[in-house]
């Protein structure tokens, strides 16, 4: 790197449940710079989650949180050239970009979910995801997958 590494911005935590990961993925859902609209999205899933959970000791947000760590990928792989070929290399990935990119998965399959509002998608992803099932646990899967596939290429990790 040339320049100097970029300092890590904390976040506030949110209104409501008083946590920083809840300010995290509302700022990855929001589109527009529109975060008060992002807040209220996320709080109506949540209350939908709330109505909809089978688990009645769990609260919302801990179903939210089960869904993260479901879709949480532990490894993935990277391309990395060595002499004429390209090969895709399995890495551990690090805790934050775990958390990064299972936020950005459970909101693009949400997104991609045919019910009528924004809320009600992504509390229906976020069920299915605490289930372990949906799309958004499948792509994490077939992250695993890829990996273990490539696990011969190991060996050129940088």
Do not use: C
Request: no cysteine.
């Amino acid at each position: 790197m040339r320049k100097t590494k970029a300092k890590k911005r904390h976040l506030l935590p949110d209104p409501k449940f008083n946590d920083t990961l809840v300010t995290r993925f509302v700022n990855n859902l929001m589109l527009d710079g529109k975060k008060s609209t992002a807040f209220k999205v996320f709080y109506d899933a949540i209350d939908i989650v709330e109505q909809r959970k089978e688990d009645d000791e769990k609260s919302a947000l801990e179903v939210w949180k089960d869904a993260l760590t479901n879709v949480m990928p532990h490894v993935e792989v990277r391309s990395r050239r060595v002499g004429g070929a390209t090969f895709q290399i399995p890495m551990q990935i690090r805790p934050d970009r775990k958390i990064s990119m299972a936020m950005k998965w459970l909101i693009k399959y949400s997104r991609s979910r045919n019910e009528k509002s924004m809320a009600q998608k992504l509390a229906a992803e976020i069920l299915a995801a605490a289930k372990e099932e949906g799309a958004a646990v499948k792509k994490k899967t077939e992250t695993h997958r890829m990996a273990e596939a490539n696990k011969a290429f190991s060996h050129f990790r940088f």
